[in-house]
């Protein structure tokens, strides 16, 4: 990995993952079918980078999330919620003027025409986030400081925010960027593709889907993402079904660096929400660990695997032991796993076909 922190901590107990960025509550659908019809909800958390704090502490990791929320009970529950998954919310601050975040959303995929989500969030405190309140010299101690491009669609001031948090400086930790492109967030979405494209280029590791390079830059293909993103020491293009390709090593020499290609895992799906960030959360527990770049994209699948067989955005994560026997699996081996739920119980037998 690399950079080194700038500022200084007793290695015991700094953050290893710092992530900066909006949570909300959410409220889940009871049952499928159109939100006008869906007759109650119910309650929980949702964030791309409160997720994946959660999710590296529910690990073993030490997290911390940094963010703002309202002075209201909304606040309150995310911040006791989080912390309940043993992540650091102390660089979160409350702000008596403006609300939390809220959303409602269906149960359909959100890549599905039908798939609706209803937010709440203008004007919310973690809007209002920037340089100001939440200063670079401020964030804990970390080895990576994980953000996602959501944060910059919510604000100018976020956007300079994220701007500050990925600018070149000496003891600057690993960069992780998660791109995220949402095209209904954006106010100018016409400025959406540059503002995320700058962001990734400033950034180490970097995230993004296929399709996501496609509906944000026109890019298409792994290889023609690559090309498009020379900048970043490590770049993992997520291809749904189809697995992951990891670039890593001097993207700017044509055919130069490392190139991995991991299969993804048969699941039987229960609720195709929260996998990105269960994936990214997955990828840099086995980054902090030091292990290959085909374990670390295998463990960020298995991540992925167990939100998708829960009906929520979080869960736990299977035993360390447990991912790290299945990761080290041969190929064909790893080609006949299917995971259904409840597959990351220490009682519970991975099928294989």
Not at 19 to 31: A, H, I, R
Not at 218 to 228: L, N, S
Request: include cysteine; proline fraction near 7%.
């Amino acid at each position: 990995m690399s950079g080194t922190p700038a500022r200084t901590a007793d290695a015991a107990t700094a953050a290893e993952v710092v992530c900066l960025g909006e949570s909300m509550v959410t409220f889940l659908p009871s049952q499928p079918g159109r939100l006008a019809d869906v007759p109650s909800f119910g309650r929980g958390i949702g964030g791309a980078e409160s997720n994946v704090a959660c999710a590296l502490a529910a690990a073993g990791h030490r997290t911390a999330w940094v963010s703002r929320v309202g002075a209201d009970g909304f606040g309150d529950h995310l911040v006791e919620a989080i912390a309940g998954y043993g992540v650091d919310t102390s660089g979160v601050r409350r702000d008596p003027s403006r609300p939390t975040g809220i959303y409602f959303r269906t149960a359909t995929d959100r890549a599905a025409d039908v798939h609706e989500v209803a937010y709440y969030r203008a004007g919310s405190a973690a809007s209002a986030m920037s340089p100001r309140n939440i200063p670079y010299v401020t964030l804990p101690t970390t080895r990576v400081l994980h953000l996602s491009g959501i944060t910059a669609a919510l604000s100018a001031d976020c956007l300079a925010l994220l701007h500050d948090h990925t600018e070149p400086r000496p003891g600057r930790p690993l960069i992780s960027f998660d791109v995220n492109h949402r095209p209904g967030l954006w106010r100018d979405a016409d400025a959406s593709p540059e503002v995320l494209l700058d962001l990734a280029r400033r950034s180490d590791l970097v995230f993004v889907g296929e399709d996501e390079a496609a509906e944000a830059w026109g890019v298409h293909g792994a290889e023609a993402i690559r090309a498009a993103l020379p900048e970043p020491a490590t770049l993992v293009v997520k291809r749904g079904a189809e697995g992951a390709t990891v670039f890593s090593g001097d993207g700017d020499v044509p055919g130069a660096g490392d190139v991995t290609t991991v299969p993804a895992l048969r699941v039987d799906v229960v609720a195709p929400v929260g996998a990105g960030d269960a994936f990214a959360a997955g990828f840099l527990s086995a980054t902090l660990r030091g292990l290959p770049v085909r374990d670390r994209v295998r463990h960020g699948h298995l991540m992925a695997a167990a939100v998708l067989t829960v009906p929520g955005d979080l869960t736990a994560p299977p035993a360390r032991a447990h991912a790290d026997g299945l990761a080290a699996l041969d190929d064909e081996a790893w080609g006949r796993l299917r995971l259904g739920p409840g597959w990351t119980g220490d009682d519970q037998e991975v099928r294989t076909t």
